[in-house]
T-cell receptor, first 111, second 115 residues
Framework: LAKTTQPISMDSYEGQEVNITCSHNNIATNDYITWYQQFPSQGPRFIIQGYKTKVTNEVASLFIPADRKSSTLSLPRVSLSDTAVYYCLVGDMYNNNDMRFGAGTRLTVKP | DTAVSQTPKYLVTQMGNDKSIKCEQNLGHDTMYWYKQDSKKFLKIMFSYNNKELIINETVPNRFSPKSPDKAHLNLHINSLELGDSAVYFC??????????????FGPGTRLTVT
């Protein structure tokens, strides 16, 4: 499974756009990129998944460059309730349902 | 309605005891999982299970065993509890074969404290 590297923590202010980048230099051809969000004292929640280019849903956007060696989760206009840990996962979901969570990025949104 | 539920939410017990954590999902999913999140917040998969296959993470001690009475339930039994078993345990589910196994729905967690 590809190893992922994310910043340990990030701070932001309400109303700002937040971009969290994940490095996955040894991503394999069949690997997908998945992001989860975990609030304190709760289980992780699936946010978004992509393979290449850009994916957008009601919560976030995911940008993946052509070489796929990194990806960026973009949260538009964050609020205090977006304070959470964000995990980037990379894996071949069609041949391996073993999700490996890294340390994640602790995002703190300030008023 | 809660999609994935776990009981109990908190469990405090002594070393050497045997305990169980229950998990139920009402999503109609075929695959269920157990994860352990330690004090450093690292989340590690312990088991994945559907009605055909149990996949065990090789690092999980055999004191831990999943038991599935039916497709909607996957309970975790732990024998001879040790101090190092203290952690938050999460149950999760996904649709199963043919669907996206990386889109999992997690329960609220069970905080286990072994004294």
């Amino acid at each position: 499974l590809a190893k992922t590297t994310q910043p340990i923590s990030m701070d932001s202010y309400e109303g700002q756009e937040v971009n969290i980048t994940c490095s996955h230099n040894n991503i394999a051809t069949n690997d997908y990129i998945t992001w989860y969000q975990q609030f304190p004292s709760q289980g992780p929640r699936f946010i978004i998944q992509g393979y290449k280019t850009k994916v957008t849903n009601e919560v976030a956007s995911l940008f993946i460059p052509a070489d796929r060696k990194s990806s960026t989760l973009s949260l538009p206009r964050v609020s205090l309730s977006d304070t959470a840990v964000y995990y980037c996962l990379v894996g071949d979901m069609y041949n391996n349902n073993d999700m490996r969570f890294g340390a994640g990025t602790r995002l703190t949104v300030k008023p | 309605d809660t999609a994935v539920s776990q009981t109990p939410k908190y469990l405090v017990t002594q070393m050497g005891n045997d305990k169980s954590i229950k998990c139920e999902q009402n999503l109609g999913h075929d695959t269920m999982y157990w994860y352990k999140q330690d004090s450093k917040k690292f989340l590690k998969i312990m088991f994945s299970y559907n009605n055909k296959e149990l996949i065990i993470n090789e690092t999980v001690p055999n004191r831990f065993s999943p038991k599935s009475p039916d497709k909607a339930h996957l309970n975790l039994h732990i024998n001879s509890l040790e101090l190092g078993d203290s952690a938050v345990y999460f149950c999760a589910s996904s649709q199963g074969s043919g669907a996206n196994p990386y889109e999992q729905y997690f329960g609220p967690g069970t905080r286990l404290t072994v004294t």
